[in-house]
């Protein structure tokens, strides 16, 4: 099958799938990700970890939480060691069955501190994806090194959102956010968001502002400082599946 025809196959399968308004910069996108060559472009195909990041790659790691089984397969074949934890029910909207502890070692270098991080397996994806293409290489280009750990604040907490008594519950009750606070380079510095997203010193803020960014093209939501007081100091991060239309935050 030629390039053209293959292009024009393409085109006609995803415009069966578009809703109206921003077809058009959708079916030109799937043609360049065709004609390119670039699989994660395209939002019918496997993910892998080991492509680039592309228009859906954001996408297929939120729905991996639909399948535990494809999802440990993804990290499985990528080589990412983890621990699979036995699932939790805390009644109302609280628990999990999909969760891993993420654990050094083979193409990871970072740990995670505290280490005892659960989290529910398509944030762990995430976050394998955002190691390796976004904190490593922002640490390398704006610090000369690499970051050896990320500070966190926890994953699974079963609460409502911002800890209130009524309304929606947060991502957190099911281990699908995680709350990141800082780094830890391989020299000992330390850059944290608390102190260094509105901070004196341009070069720790722009990196953390380049993560936050790399972050939005693989979570679906994220929110910074740049949010509210309440993201003040840390990150968050989380990978609510929201089904067909897909929406995104990052603030």
């Not at 010193?201 to 722009?206: K, L, Y």
């Not at 972050?215 to 679906?220: I, M, T």
């Not at 910074?224 to 067909?244: E, I, K, M, T, V």
Request: charged share 25%; glycine share 12%; net charge positive.
């Amino acid at each position: 099958m030629s390039i053209g025809a293959g292009v024009i196959r393409v085109v006609r399968r995803v415009a069966r799938m578009l809703v109206i308004g921003g077809g058009a910069a959708l079916l030109a996108l799937v043609a360049w990700g065709v004609m390119r060559g670039r699989p994660q472009d395209l939002p019918w195909t496997p993910l892998d970890l080991s492509q680039p990041i592309g228009a859906f790659t954001g996408r297929k790691l939120a729905a991996l939480g639909d399948d535990f089984g494809t999802c440990r397969a993804l990290l499985d074949r990528s080589g990412v060691r983890y621990t699979a934890l036995p699932p939790r029910d805390d009644g109302a909207r609280c628990g999990y069955r999909d969760a891993v502890r993420l654990r050094s070692g083979g193409p990871r270098t970072i740990g995670y501190s505290p280490a005892s991080l659960g989290v529910a397996c398509p944030v762990a994806a995430a976050l394998v994806k955002w190691e390796w293409d976004v904190v490593q290489p922002a640490a390398e280009r704006h610090f000369g090194t690499h970051v050896a750990d990320i500070e966190h604040f926890g994953s699974y907490s079963c609460r409502r959102i911002y800890g209130r008594d009524a309304g929606s519950w947060s991502e957190h009750a099911t281990a699908d956010a995680v709350d990141i606070a800082g780094f830890r380079l391989a020299d000992g510095r330390r850059v944290t968001v608390v102190r260094d997203w509105f901070g004196d010193a341009a070069q720790d803020a722009a990196f953390l502002h380049d993560v936050r960014d790399g972050a939005c093209r693989l979570f679906a939501t994220v929110l910074s400082p740049d949010y509210n007081a309440a993201h003040r100091d840390h990150l968050h991060l989380d990978q609510a599946n929201r089904g067909a239309t897909g929406w995104r935050a990052c603030r």
